[in-house]
């Protein structure tokens, strides 16, 4: 019998709704079968419940056996595995960052020691500029405390 | 609570998983994912259920769906970096609980050395469904005589069956997971409703 055939037996009407897509069994039945559906209550019935069997499976719900949760629960790992990637990424770039950082410094550093334009100060002269209290100043036989020697710098701060 | 009246860990938790229900799956993801353990118990028990059925649906078994429901949950929470959205949590949930139901049935069906293909098409008689419509219905709400109805329906039939209703996939995409023909899903899902109506027809009609 061909598909076209607009007198369809019951047989094959049903084994069409059986085999349908939901999709189709709901809106989009071919225009003979339609036809004998509207002129057969059987078969009408046979798709409402084919319908209403649809409806109940969509809307099965059984619920989960009680140890399920405890026995789950204890089968997490104790960290999520991407967090943990997460932060190993993180930790890594925030070294990587640290190392080119010290590295810049260093450099610079090197450089302004190198070209004299870094050169330390205290109390705003380059020490280099500041005179050293003389050793002499530390000989036994000097009047000179060291203490003065030290609070002698301390006093050109001040000034 | 514990017979010694002390309450345990675990009945904390469960408190702490209470209080979070009201969130959406993309927040609870989000706070599991900064490593607040009670926002995935939480997800854990809002789609416990709907797991669990699915996994018992195309497994078969109470046994095989509880390791795939545990199993789902574990990849979930392993996978949490990349889980996005409220509705892709639970289509995630779904389609690794799914995919771990297949294996099982898979693994299963290569101990019994059977064929995806060894289900001969019978043809069977179509009952008459003009009496006893309203005891059809009510047998129709409760899930338990539906479980029970597909559990009764050879692995094919009930597999296709659950993709197509409990999984909205299109018989395309079934065939497409199964690796056989369009035409062998339509005759395994047309087989499988037949004998799901009828059974749950004449038991209403009991």
Known sequence: MSLNDPKLSCEIVRGKLAEADLVNLKSGIEPNVRAHLSACDPCAAYREELLKLSAGLGGISIPAPSELYPQTIQALPTRPAALTVRMIVLLT????????????????????IETGSGTRTLCGEPISAITPPSTEAYSPTSQQEPEQSISSLSDRCRS | ????????????????????????????????????????????????????????????????????????????????????????????????????????????RSDREVSLESF???????????????????????????????????????????????????????????????????????????????????????
């Open chain 1, 93 to 112: 770039a925030l070294a990587i960052a640290l190392s080119v950082f010290a590295v810049q410094y260093m450099a610079q550093r090197q450089q302004e």
């Open chain 2, 120 to 206: 001969a098409d019978g043809g069977e008689s179509i009952a008459d469904p003009a009496n006893g419509a309203d005891r059809f219905v009510e047998a129709m709400s409760d899930s338990n005589s539906l479980m029970e109805a597909l559990l009764s329906l050879p692995d094919d039939q009930r597999f296709v069956v659950v993709l197509h209703h409990l999984e909205g996939a299109r018989v395309s995409e079934i065939a497409k997971i199964l690796g056989v023909p369009t035409g062998t899903v339509k005759s395994r899902l047309g087989r499988g409703r037949e004998s799901l109506r009828r059974r749950m027809f004449s038991e209403g009609a009991e």
């Open chain 2, 1 to 108: 609570m514990e017979p010694d009246g002390h309450v345990s860990v675990l009945d904390m938790r469960e408190d702490q998983t209470a209080a979070l229900q009201h969130l959406g799956d993309a927040e609870l993801v989000e706070r599991a994912r900064s490593g607040e353990r009670a926002a995935f118990e939480s997800l854990f028990h809002r789609h416990q259920d709907r797991i669990y059925t699915l996994a018992l649906a195309i497994a078969g078994n109470p046994s095989d769906a509880k390791d795939v429901v545990q199993e789902t949950f574990v990849r979930a929470y392993k996978k949490l970096g990349s889980l996005r959205g409220d509705r892709g949590v639970l289509a995630y949930l779904r389609r690794t609980a799914t995919n771990a139901a297949i294996d099982v049935i898979r693994a299963r």
